[in-house]
């Protein structure tokens, strides 16, 4: 499922393809039953008015300007923003089109369904309405430790907690417990501060990478648990053990046991 890198990437799209253009029109791509989309009376309030700005917060993607309105978008397990010219070939699984004034064109790509859009007035209450944690990437060291190292539940379940933390999924709370060597299922609040401190910094560090391969991820180094995340695969960052697959929280983790040993 898309997480914060991923979103981001897609933020980056709009930002350097779609600003500052008066919209035409906002269409009902196909196949859109079962897809959350604004209704008609929602799609006619972005006429005419132009998105001036990109935002994100944790996995949630914002289009708009200071005077409102905004598209609210979540992305799903498959979906995406596609910039796109009138003369191109309409992305596949296009559930929602906006038609800009001149060539350019923005297609939501959702093949799963799992996505939808939203017309808000407000990305802030768009997040105080659904109770999201801090944004992964904006929060500070001090907040992660009392909202993620304050847990009493597994590590990873923290990290994934969206009303804890904004922006981070199955994939890259596993990738950053991997390079901070601790384990999946240790319980938070058992981590001596120093340790949740390394949390913090590797977190940083993997969205940040992620985010600047839009989304390629051959271009992450080979020893990241990206590039092997089989069970039974060799461990590439230490060498020693093989991944192995548990459940943690009613979630699939991978992880090394020789490296991870939850100290």
Known sequence: ???????????????????????????????TDHVDLPDAQARARLEGRQF??????????FAGSKSGPWIAVSLGMTGSLRPFDAADVRPDH??????????????????RKLGWVEVVDDPADYVAARNLGLDAMEIDV???????????????????????????????????????????????SDLPRDRIDAVFEEMRRVLAAVAETDMDYSRL??????????????????GKGRIEKAKVGGRSAYYCPAHQSGA
Not at 3 to 13: C, G, K, T, Y
Not at 94 to 111: H, I, Q, S, T, Y
Not at 162 to 172: T, V, Y
Not at 221 to 238: K, M, S, T, V
């Open 1 to 31: 499922m898309p997480e914060l890198p991923e979103a981001e990437a897609n933020r980056r799209r709009i930002e350097a393809s779609c600003l500052n253009r008066t919209i035409k029109a906002v269409r009902l791509g196909n196949d």
């Open 52 to 61: 001036t700005e990109a935002r994100r917060h944790g996995k949630a993607i």
């Open 94 to 111: 296009a559930r929602l089109v906006v038609e800009f004034e001149g060539d350019r064109r923005l297609a939501f790509r959702c093949p």
């Open 142 to 188: 001090d907040a992660f430790a009392n909202r993620v190292g304050g847990s009493r539940g597994a590590i990873k379940s923290a990290l994934m907690d969206q009303k804890k933390l904004a922006g981070i999924g199955n994939l890259w709370s596993d990738e950053t417990l991997f390079r901070t060597g601790i384990r999946p299922d240790r319980v938070a």
């Open 221 to 238: 180094p080979d020893a990241w648990l990206i590039a092997h995340r089989d069970a039974g695969a060799q461990c590439r960052h230490c």
